[in-house]
């Protein structure tokens, strides 16, 4: 099994910051990648950003690169997503998940609200 809880979450005007963290726990040795997906009213769970614990490797979906930057702490088993220039449409319910290889997930974390006003 493996836990996922995310924090950093809430409120913020358009133009401003947050930074949401992922702290993994139990059996992490096989989850390679590391992904955070968000959800907005009314609309798919959507892939915004991955990154693999070993290497450090990146990828973003196109509306958040340059915005958004994603990273970890091995020694912390925690995985960031720091989100600048926030936009509305960020707004939404963004969720940490693991996955043993790229797109395949499996274990998710009970997601933090982030809600950017304009």
């Known amino acids: 099994q493996v836990q996922l809880v995310e924090s950093g979450g809430g409120l913020v005007q358009a133009g401003g910051s947050l930074r949401l963290s992922c702290v993994v726990s139990g059996r992490t040795f096989s989850r390679n990648v590391m992904n955070w997906f968000r959800q907005a009213p009314g609309k798919e769970r959507e892939f915004v950003a991955g990154i693999t614990w070993r290497s450090g490797n990146t990828i973003y979906v196109d509306s958040v690169k340059d915005r958004f930057t994603i990273s970890r702490d091995n020694a912390k088993n925690t995985v960031y997503l720091q989100m600048n220039s926030l936009k509305p449409e960020d707004t939404g319910v963004y969720y940490c998940?693991?996955?043993?290889?790229?797109?395949?997930?499996?274990?998710w974390g009970q997601g933090t609200q982030v809600t950017v006003s304009s």
């Open positions: 998940a693991s996955a043993i290889k790229w797109g395949d997930y499996d274990y």
